[in-house]
Structures are given as structure tokens and as C-alpha cells.
């Protein structure tokens, strides 16, 4: 029996591939070999990791339920819209018995991860008597309610949530990538500050400089056209360029043969076109920029073939978009270094931003320092308290060995003997009958006269 990541329509169940990786890493494979190797019956493919912060739950969730023969079965029928819509997510109330426990099983240990994440973020700030029912509120991808047992909607919220944050992926990287290279121009500005004139100019011109050397590097062909596809039949899988065959090239890259080319595969046929402009060991190229760059040539082929926008390229779609205009005569390819990535305007706002926060962790640091500054006076102050009864008790001490009212011992401690407890030294030696004194309570009996005795 496959499993579900293998089979076409069963790929689709997972959720439009939920589990694609967002990251790409550049894959070798045999490029004398159209045929891919077949896998294993029953073996399993391990999938990336997608960046999602209940990666490990969706996964076991999905490995659970593609054990159920009746639910598989729907899924190879299943279409996007049905699972998004959640009809799918129906079916979960005629699976066994034992997928039933365990993905009830599945649900407490992902509440209870939940709330150990809560309990350690709060115990962070010292905060006291979490409300963890009211905090597990703010994860979508499970119902709170009914933390014990995994219902239709925990499946449904599943789905959902995972769909829309990685929908929301491009643009949330899109944003963050602005912002870093934003932080790039405010420091390289701040820095050219603290120089003097003749060192500002020096700097400004090899910035210049090496913005030009980034910039001068051969033609970058546009991502999903022919001629960039068939660089990639030449170069790196060795084949004749004259003998490009569309459907040989896409079963050459279905690296994992499920009939897909996901989003790590797409991403992996652009590393040819990304060597034309960045190289790690030069000083002007961003490494960083490499990989933003890699992501916009994915996600735009994505937009031009994936038609049902499942985030997978089928045979289907990948042969029509080779049908196209686009894919023969395509636009030019316009990289990063060739891009207002920010406005003047958008740098000023962020650099106010930065500046409030700088503010605010200045005020903090200056808390910080007053709080411990009032701490170190009031430890000063206890040390002198300290010290000043040391002093009193250590003259009590000595003045009452001066008075001799109390034995004092080698190293000058009071010496206090138990009443009635003398060394053999020191008892002093009384004759009988005579005056010595009796211990509290006792009467001194009368002595007895010998001349009053009776014989």
C-alpha cells in the first residue's frame, strides 16, 4: 500500500501541500537518468520542514490519518475546495476506533507543548497565575474548548490555519527582507557619520564602487522560460540542448517522483541563474540577497503556473505553461540590485521607528541602573547596620569581662557553666558541718547535740 505523500491525489489532502519546504537547497541527482528511482513500497518520504510552528503536530496528525483506509479513500476524490471548506473534515467521525485515540492522544500532547511554551514565556517575566485556557486562545490551529479529544473541527481548524500562514508566507518575507535591507542603509549612513570628510568621500566611493562590480554580471534569464530551462537541461543535468523535451525535463526534477514539482524543486532550478550574480567569496554579494532572490523567481513561476494555486506544478500545468507565449519570448528579468527595494520616505519612517525603540530602551536601561543603584545603597546600608551591632555586642562582651562577672574562655567567649557543674579543680573544699551553702530549697537541718542523745 502507498502512503499518502506519493500518490497525486492524495498529496492533494495534505492540505495543498502543507508540508512543502520554504527554504530551498540546490539537489544533485543523476543527470545521465531520466528515470527517476522508483521508492520502496511502503516507504516513507520525509518532507521539509514548512516553518510553522506545529510542524511536528501537522505531520503526526496527517501520518495518523492517511492510516485509515476509508478516510485515504476520500481523499483521492477530494478536491482543494472541498478540503478548504472543510466538507472533508467530515469525514473524520467514520474513521476507526483506534486513528480516533490516536489523535485524541496527538491533541493533549500538542495542548500540553502549548502550555509549557505559555508557562515558560510567562515564567520569563515573573508572571504569576496564568490563565492557560484563556492564552491557548491565541493558537488557531486546534480547538481550545475540548482539549482532550480531536474532533471534526480540530481537523478543519487544521487545515485552515495551516493553508493561510503559508499563503502568508511571501508577503510576511517579503516585508521582513525590506526591513533588513533598510537596517543595511540606516547603518552604512550612521557609520559614514562618525567619519571625517576626506573618510566619508573614501567610503561613499567604494560603496559606489562595489555596487557597480554586484551589478555588472551576464544576463539573467527569466525564471520558467525556455531558455533558462534549457541552461538547466545543459549545464546541469548534461543533456544535448538541441534535444529539450519539456516532459523529460519535469520527470528529470520530480526529485521524489510523486508526480509534483513542489516548491524546493522549483526553487533548485534556479542555482545556475543565481551563480551568474552572487558568489559568497566576493565582498559585494549578500548571501542574503541570493536567497530573497531565489524565493522571488519560485514564487513568481509559481503565480504564472500553478493555475488551481495548490503550491504544486503538475505535468498538466507545467506542459500548458511551455504552450505559452511567455515561456518562448519572456520579459526581461529585472534582479534585486536593479530594484527600488525602499523609498526615501519608507527609510525615514523606519529610522524613527528605530529611534523610538532606541528611546525606549535607553528609558528602561536608566530604570535599571536607578533600581540598582537604590539596591546597592540599601545593601550598603545593611552592612553598616551590620557591622555597627558586631561593634556593640563585641564591647558588651569585653566590658563584662573586665568586670569579672563571668568567666571568659581562651579565644575571649563568655564561659557559662550549668549550675551545680564544677571542674574537679575548682570545688572548694568545706569541713563537715560547716558553713557551706545548700542548693535552693533545701533546710539546713539542726546539728545534733551529742549530749541530748539517749543511750
Given at each position: 500500500?502507498?502512503?499518502?505523500?506519493?500518490?497525486p491525489?492524495q498529496?492533494l489532502?495534505l492540505?495543498t501541500?502543507?508540508?512543502?519546504a520554504?527554504?530551498?537547497?540546490?539537489?544533485?541527482?543523476d543527470?545521465t537518468?531520466?528515470k527517476?528511482?522508483?521508492?520502496?513500497?511502503g516507504e516513507k518520504v520525509?518532507?521539509?520542514?514548512?516553518?510553522?510552528?506545529y510542524d511536528?503536530?501537522?505531520?503526526?496528525v496527517?501520518?495518523?490519518?492517511e492510516?485509515?483506509?476509508?478516510?485515504?479513500e476520500?481523499?483521492?476524490?477530494?478536491d482543494?475546495?472541498?478540503?478548504k471548506?472543510?466538507?472533508?473534515s467530515?469525514?473524520?467521525d467514520?474513521?476507526?476506533?483506534h486513528?480516533?485515540?490516536r489523535?485524541?492522544e496527538?491533541?493533549?500532547?500538542?495542548?500540553?507543548?502549548l502550555?509549557?511554551?505559555?508557562k515558560?514565556?510567562?515564567?520569563?517575566v515573573?508572571?504569576?497565575g496564568?490563565?492557560?485556557?484563556?492564552?491557548l486562545?491565541q493558537?488557531?490551529?486546534?480547538n481550545?474548548?475540548?482539549?482532550?479529544?480531536f474532533?471534526?473541527?480540530?481537523?478543519?481548524?487544521?487545515?485552515?490555519a495551516?493553508?493561510?500562514d503559508?499563503?502568508?508566507y511571501?508577503?510576511?518575507?517579503?516585508?521582513e527582507f525590506k526591513?533588513?535591507?533598510?537596517?543595511?542603509?540606516?547603518?552604512?549612513?550612521?557609520y559614514l557619520?562618525?567619519?571625517d570628510?576626506?573618510?566619508?568621500?573614501?567610503?561613499?566611493?567604494?560603496?559606489?564602487e562595489?555596487?557597480?562590480?554586484h551589478?555588472d554580471?551576464?544576463?539573467v534569464?527569466?525564471?520558467?522560460?525556455?531558455?533558462?530551462?534549457?541552461?538547466?537541461?545543459?549545464?546541469?543535468?548534461g543533456?544535448?540542448?538541441?534535444e529539450?523535451?519539456?516532459k523529460?525535463?519535469f520527470?528529470?526534477?520530480?526529485?521524489?517522483?510523486d508526480?509534483?514539482l513542489?516548491?524546493?524543486e522549483?526553487?533548485?532550478?534556479f542555482?545556475?541563474e543565481l551563480?551568474?550574480?552572487?558568489?559568497?567569496?566576493?565582498?559585494?554579494?549578500?548571501?542574503?540577497?541570493?536567497?530573497?532572490?531565489?524565493?522571488?523567481?519560485?514564487?513568481?513561476?509559481?503565480?504564472e503556473?500553478?493555475i488551481?494555486?495548490?503550491?504544486l506544478?503538475?505535468?498538466e500545468e507545467?506542459?500548458r505553461?511551455?504552450e505559452k507565449k511567455?515561456?518562448?519570448e519572456?520579459d526581461?528579468?529585472?534582479t534585486?540590485?536593479?530594484?527600488q527595494?525602499?523609498?526615501e520616505?519608507?527609510?525615514?519612517?523606519?529610522?524613527?521607528?528605530?529611534?523610538?525603540?532606541?528611546?525606549?530602551?535607553?528609558k528602561k536601561?536608566?530604570?535599571l541602573?536607578?533600581?540598582?543603584?537604590?539596591?546597592?545603597?540599601?545593601?550598603?546600608?545593611?552592612q553598616?547596620?551590620?557591622?555597627?551591632?558586631q561593634?556593640?555586642?563585641?564591647?558588651m562582651?569585653?566590658?563584662?569581662?573586665?568586670?569579672?562577672?563571668?568567666?571568659?574562655?581562651?579565644?575571649g567567649?563568655?564561659?557559662i557553666?550549668?549550675p551545680?557543674?564544677?571542674?574537679?579543680?575548682?570545688?572548694?573544699q568545706?569541713?563537715?558541718?560547716?558553713?557551706?551553702?545548700?542548693?535552693?530549697?533545701?533546710?539546713?537541718?539542726?546539728?545534733?547535740?551529742?549530749?541530748?542523745v539517749?543511750?
Amino acid at each position: 500500500m502507498k502512503r499518502l505523500s506519493v500518490l497525486p491525489q492524495q498529496c492533494l489532502l495534505l492540505m495543498t501541500c502543507l508540508l512543502m519546504a520554504l527554504e530551498a537547497v540546490p539537489i544533485d541527482i543523476d543527470k545521465t537518468k531520466v528515470k527517476a528511482e522508483s521508492h520502496v513500497e511502503g516507504e516513507k518520504v520525509e518532507n521539509p520542514d514548512t516553518g510553522l510552528y506545529y510542524d511536528e503536530y501537522l505531520r503526526q496528525v496527517i501520518d495518523v490519518l492517511e492510516t485509515d483506509k476509508h478516510f485515504r479513500e476520500k481523499l483521492q476524490t477530494a478536491d482543494i475546495e472541498e478540503i478548504k471548506s472543510g466538507k472533508l473534515s467530515r469525514e473524520l467521525d467514520l474513521v476507526s476506533h483506534h486513528v480516533r485515540t490516536r489523535l485524541d492522544e496527538l491533541k493533549r500532547q500538542e495542548v500540553a507543548r502549548l502550555r509549557m511554551l505559555i508557562k515558560a514565556k510567562m515564567d520569563s517575566v515573573q508572571d504569576t497565575g496564568i490563565d492557560h485556557q484563556a492564552l491557548l486562545k491565541q493558537f488557531e490551529h486546534l480547538n481550545h474548548q475540548n482539549p482532550d479529544t480531536f474532533e471534526p473541527k480540530d481537523l478543519d481548524m487544521l487545515i485552515k490555519a495551516a493553508t493561510s500562514d503559508l499563503e502568508n508566507y511571501d508577503k510576511t518575507r517579503h516585508e521582513e527582507f525590506k526591513k533588513y535591507e533598510m537596517m543595511k542603509e540606516h547603518e552604512r549612513r550612521e557609520y559614514l557619520k562618525t567619519l571625517d570628510e576626506e573618510k566619508r568621500k573614501r567610503e561613499e566611493s567604494k560603496f559606489e564602487e562595489m555596487k557597480k562590480k554586484h551589478g555588472d554580471h551576464p544576463k539573467v534569464h527569466h525564471p520558467g522560460s525556455k531558455d533558462q530551462l534549457k541552461e538547466v537541461w545543459e549545464e546541469a543535468d548534461g543533456l544535448d540542448p538541441n534535444e529539450f523535451d519539456p516532459k523529460t525535463f519535469f520527470k528529470l526534477h520530480d526529485v521524489n517522483n510523486d508526480g509534483f514539482l513542489d516548491e524546493q524543486e522549483l526553487e533548485a532550478l534556479f542555482t545556475k541563474e543565481l551563480e551568474k550574480v552572487y558568489d559568497p567569496k566576493n565582498e559585494e554579494d549578500d548571501m542574503v540577497e541570493m536567497e530573497e532572490e531565489r524565493l522571488r523567481m519560485r514564487e513568481h513561476v509559481m503565480n504564472e503556473v500553478d493555475i488551481n494555486k495548490d503550491r504544486l506544478v503538475t505535468l498538466e500545468e507545467f506542459l500548458r505553461a511551455t504552450e505559452k507565449k511567455e515561456f518562448l519570448e519572456p520579459d526581461s528579468w529585472e534582479t534585486l540590485d536593479q530594484q527600488q527595494l525602499f523609498t526615501e520616505d519608507e527609510l525615514k519612517e523606519f529610522e524613527n521607528h528605530i529611534s523610538q525603540q532606541e528611546d525606549e530602551l535607553r528609558k528602561k536601561a536608566e530604570e535599571l541602573q536607578k533600581q540598582k543603584e537604590e539596591l546597592q545603597r540599601q545593601h550598603d546600608q545593611l552592612q553598616a547596620q551590620k557591622q555597627e551591632l558586631q561593634q556593640v555586642v563585641k564591647q558588651m562582651e569585653q566590658k563584662k569581662l573586665q568586670q569579672g562577672s563571668l568567666p571568659a574562655g581562651p579565644g575571649g567567649e563568655l564561659k557559662i557553666q550549668p549550675p551545680g557543674e564544677h571542674n574537679a579543680g575548682d570545688a572548694p573544699q568545706h569541713p563537715a558541718g560547716g558553713d557551706q551553702p545548700l542548693p535552693p530549697g533545701r533546710v539546713q537541718e539542726p546539728a545534733v547535740r551529742t549530749d541530748q542523745v539517749n543511750p
